[in-house]
């Protein structure tokens, strides 16, 4: 235990988290259990260590950080720690990828039941369904989504700033205003280019090749998360990752099943779980047209980031699909976008009607009253017609 004590202390008193995620004051912390999911390489360790320096006295051993990576853990069962840790007087164990402990939901139920006093909050990979395939944690487990940056979190640690967030609501009916707030501080376009190619995932700020890192991150995606976690064979690696990389290079449209099956050698029902999988895992988005959902076949696939199209496959990276990709992601968090209709229009929420377009050539467009414009290549907007980069300020 006083090894874990002495790992606990490092890790806080060095952690590094320039920009305080939003995050941290979404979370009910009265809660015995919490859940933080989250794909590889958002931040999910930084932020278990930030809520502890926030609400713990470095050497305050009510609070303890542990990773499941730790061998000790193989011949050890997180409930059986956990009894020793408060015995010590021990209140918040803080476990990180909890997936590597084998039945670590049954794990976590022993620990609700048998210490009452104890908070547990942990993180997992986003492939995690952590109520559906884990009965034993309904009811007892809350458990919310750690994203990567958005250009707003972004641009607050490029610039200095102090932006909040904004609804979608307050960006529709007041953008005019709220750009007059921004503009004199900050231009966005300035930095918004440097966030579409590297800005969503926090490593950019290691002094590391971004696209040599985001690429290795996308195959501990694939490699772990989907395969250990959905207990898919080592042999399926090669068909999932072909099947990846052609949804990137094929861009933002409607997947030709069929072919896809055909490329990577396996029926079309596994083309649409495999497709599953590469969504549950963040490396793509799936869009269907309004009130359709999976196990219908999507309208589009795209990226779930722009980040990961510029990593894969650069010479492909056509600056309307990274636009359009950033704007599904902006809104991904707590809105459902959908394919309306046209390639180049979207609905948000089942109601309003949006279409991405380069302000430079919208004079060629005939504009309708009843479709928001999300327009790049400008930091103003007007009416009905909103600068892109705003969406980014959605979280």
């Known amino acids: 235990m006083e090894a874990f004590f002495r790992t606990h202390s490092y890790l806080v008193e060095h952690v590094h988290a320039p920009v305080r995620r939003g995050l941290m004051d979404e979370i009910d912390w009265n809660d015995r259990m919490i859940g933080i999911k989250g794909t590889r390489g958002v931040g999910k360790t930084t932020f278990l260590l930030q809520y502890a320096k926030e609400n713990f006295d470095v050497q305050d051993r009510q609070c303890l950080y542990v990773n499941m990576n730790n061998f000790y853990f193989q011949g050890r069962g997180i409930a059986d720690f956990a009894g020793d840790f408060v015995k010590q007087g021990g209140r918040v164990l803080l476990i990180d990828q909890v997936f590597k402990q084998p039945d670590w939901s049954k794990e976590l139920r022993r620990c609700y039941d048998l210490y009452p006093e104890l908070k547990i909050v942990f993180t997992g990979s986003s492939v995690m369904r952590l109520k559906e395939e884990n009965p034993e944690?309904?009811?007892?487990?809350?458990?919310?989504?750690?994203?990567?940056?958005?250009?707003?979190?972004?641009?607050?640690?490029?610039?200095?700033?102090?932006?909040?967030?904004?609804?979608?609501?307050?960006?529709?009916?007041?953008?005019?205003?709220?750009?007059?707030?921004?503009?004199?501080?900050?231009?966005?376009?300035?930095?918004?280019?440097?966030?579409?190619?590297?800005?969503?995932?926090?490593?950019?700020?290691?002094?590391?090749?971004?696209?040599?890192?985001?690429?290795?991150?996308?195959?501990?995606?694939?490699?772990?998360?989907?395969?250990?976690?959905?207990?898919?064979?080592?042999?399926?690696?090669?068909?999932?990752?072909?099947?990846?990389?052609?949804?990137?290079?094929?861009?933002?449209?409607?997947?030709?099943?069929?072919?896809?099956?055909?490329?990577?050698?396996?029926?079309?029902?596994?083309?649409?779980?495999?497709?599953?999988?590469?969504?549950?895992?963040?490396?793509?988005?799936?869009?269907?047209?309004?009130?359709?959902?999976?196990?219908?076949?999507?309208?589009?696939?795209?990226?779930?980031?722009?980040?990961?199209?510029?990593?894969?496959?650069?010479?492909?990276?056509?600056?309307?699909?990274?636009?359009?990709?950033?704007?599904?992601?902006?809104?991904?968090?707590?809105?459902?976008?959908?394919?309306?209709?046209?390639?180049?229009?979207?609905?948000?929420?089942?109601?309003?009607?949006?279409?991405?377009?380069?302000?430079?050539?919208?004079h060629k467009m005939r504009m309708n009253p009843d479709t928001i414009y999300a327009r790049y290549n400008t930091e103003v907007g007007k009416d009905n017609m909103i600068p892109l980069w705003l969406f980014g300020f959605l979280y």
């Open 137 to 362: 944690l309904n009811g007892i487990v809350k458990s919310y989504n750690l994203r990567g940056f958005s250009f707003r979190e972004f641009l607050n640690l490029r610039a200095g700033t102090n932006f909040h967030p904004f609804t979608l609501d307050e960006i529709l009916a007041n953008h005019e205003h709220i750009i007059k707030e921004i503009l004199p501080k900050v231009s966005p376009l300035q930095h918004f280019q440097d966030y579409i190619h590297h800005g969503f995932y926090p490593f950019f700020l290691e002094q590391r090749n971004f696209s040599e890192n985001l690429l290795k991150t996308m195959n501990m995606m694939t490699e772990v998360d989907i395969l250990l976690i959905k207990q898919i064979e080592l042999k399926y690696l090669t068909k999932i990752k072909k099947l990846f990389y052609l949804l990137a290079v094929d861009g933002p449209k409607a997947p030709n099943i069929s072919q896809l099956a055909q490329d990577i050698e396996t029926s079309r029902a596994t083309v649409m779980n495999y497709i599953k999988y590469l969504a549950d895992a963040r490396l793509i988005n799936i869009i269907y047209p309004v009130g359709e959902d999976f196990p219908k076949k999507p309208s589009k696939v795209m990226m779930h980031n722009s980040n990961l199209m510029y990593a894969i496959y650069p010479i492909k990276a056509e600056r309307q699909d990274a636009m359009e990709t950033f704007f599904v992601n902006s809104l991904w968090k707590d809105h459902i976008v959908n394919q309306a209709g046209k390639d180049l229009f979207y609905t948000v929420d089942g109601t309003r009607k949006y279409r991405i377009c380069d302000a430079k050539s919208e």
